[in-house]
């Protein structure tokens, strides 16, 4: 077996958070009644909100690797459970925009908060150089993670 050096530490360091993170978020579904693909669409929908994005159904589904029908289904179930609602956009009162309830955001909030004020003490204790090189760190996997595949 080849030899671990400090690089590849990070790497499985990495790893294992992700893991550690999805089965907080499978617990999480679990516990309400969700499937996992609903409580990433939650995720994309808050994710949207706060960058000032609003997310039709189309764009929700491709954001989610989704095809119509498990998009409409997936609106569907999360409506009925109060967690999302479809509303007019706007900016453009044509389209059909989804966002996400405020009980849907109060839940999240009651189950990730904890961590979420943890990771946030944490992220406290390094300086402004290391939270920007932690930062960019992190931004950079998530960019190569999202390119998929080479070709």
Avoid: C, W
């Avoid at 706060?50 to 289904?73: C, F, I, M, V, W």
């Avoid at 944490?122 to 998530?142: K, S």
């Amino acid at each position: 077996m080849e030899s671990q050096g400090p690089d590849m530490e990070i790497v499985h360091l990495l790893r294992a958070v992700t893991v550690e993170l999805g089965l907080h978020s499978a617990r999480f579904a679990q516990r309400n009644g969700m499937h996992p693909t609903d409580v990433r669409a939650l995720i994309a929908l808050m994710d949207a909100a706060r960058a000032g994005k609003e997310l039709t159904a189309g764009r929700l589904g491709a954001a989610l690797g989704l095809n119509s029908a498990g998009t409409t289904g997936l609106i569907d179930r999360l409506e009925r459970a109060g967690m999302v609602r479809r509303v007019r956009g706007t900016r453009d009162r044509r389209l059909v925009v989804i966002e996400v309830t405020e009980e849907a955001v109060a839940l999240g909030q009651s189950f990730f908060g904890p961590l979420i004020e943890r990771t946030v003490d944490l992220f406290q204790g390094y300086d402004a150089a290391e939270r920007a090189a932690i930062r960019g760190f992190l931004t950079g996997v998530r960019d190569a993670a999202a390119a998929g595949e080479p070709s």
